[in-house]
């Protein structure tokens, strides 16, 4: 069984859908067989949040949830203007997960399609633009339009995605988008939930679970198996909720797990607006980092990233198995070797060149000898850090010298 999120890249599964031309015919049918769920909270960001509500067709019922009394009447008065809107109370406890496994469950098991959004509040004013952004992600992405809110129902009616689902956050102080989100405990508190739930699937810590934040469309079938487990709100943690390693921040990780187990794929959803602006800044993001990493010695491009950290482990072993080690080569590759060695916690007892009075003394802290100054034996160790033009040439130098413990990375 393959994992979703190998599935949403080999199978390409994003989806940019337009937000203002119906791609999809959708019955009145399906309109009635679906139902959003929405849970609010916070009080300064409701009229926010009402406007994006304003896009979802009047045929698809609306069941709003909170937890905090200073908001009901306001939630009141909104839900008294539109027919097809209805509000619940809930437990203070389990947040937007809570408001959807606990008080809107029963209501999801008569649907077909559903779709579930909560709102959003930065932790410090330091993330204040990045959660303005991922609450852009979130709800833009989600009901931007009733065009689009009609393409969603048309995608997931006509394929075998069974969720739909904004991608992972992205902005200048989240990291989200770049490393493996699974996060301190939330892996194996997913293991745990997943045998609870008896849920069959490719579960692997190296693989970033691709729904994360609890906003997206489905089918109710691709999460059935979570629907009718009958959660209470004594299964969430309580408040203050910490920032990791809950129940609540396992679950939002697996529902594309969810999804597999019932025969559904999991794909990304951006209107088209959202993904120009996302390209533009992860080009900006990338260029800069890029030139960081060339300016610094330590890469070109990514590909030489990987192509380094493979050999991670060989050379870790081979610096610790040598009495010395030296690198064969101070120029740019040599230099760049020295740097991943540094960040890996190894250094090098010297560089070696061929002549040395072209060189100063020491380079990055490190000596410069000249390969016949040292001494050789069988334990030392030798890594050729030069270009693909002199290493052949290099290579047999070290070998007449004796040395018998050398190391060529591959395509430095």
Known sequence: MQNPYDTLIEKNLIHI??????????????????????????????????????????????????????????????VSQHNNVFFYKKENRGRDLSAFLVAFREIALKKQFLCFLHDKKEKSSYFKEDTVNWIKNLWGNTVCSKAYIQNVLGVLNNSQIGILTPPIPFGEHFPYWYINRWGKENFSL??????????????????????????????????RKILEYEWSYEDFDGEPLPDNGTVSHAMERIFAYAAQDAGYSTAWIMCSQYAQNLILRLWQQGRN???????????????????????????????????????????FEGRRFANWMHLWGLRADGFVVTDKTIMPEILHGIPIYAFGEI??????????????????????????RGIVRYYIPYEI
């Open 190 to 223: 997913a293991e745990q939930l997943i045998c609870k739930l008896k849920i069959k699937c490719s579960l692997e810590r190296k693989k970033i679970p691709i729904t994360l934040g609890s906003v997206f469309w489905c089918r109710m079938e691709a999460i």
């Open 375 to 400: 001494s050789v034996d069988k334990s030392i160790g030798v890594i050729i850090t030069v270009g693909d033009e002199l290493r052949g040439e290099i290579e047999e130098a070290v070998r007449r």
């Open 289 to 331: 980092a890029y030139e960081i990493l060339e300016r610094n010695g330590i890469a070109r491009n990514p590909d030489e990233l990987v192509r380094l950290d493979r050999q991670r482990d060989r050379i870790e072993e081979f610096c610790r198995k040598s009495s010395s080690v030296f690198l064969y080569g101070a120029g």
């Open 17 to 78: 859908v337009s937000d203002n031309c119906p791609q999809f015919l959708v019955s009145d049918d399906i309109y009635n067989e679906t139902a959003v769920a929405v849970n609010l909270y916070y009080e300064d960001t409701l009229e926010f949040y009402f406007t994006y509500l304003e896009n979802i067709p009047d045929a698809i019922s609306i069941y709003i949830y909170s937890a905090n009394e200073m908001i009901w009447k306001r939630i009141e008065q909104y």
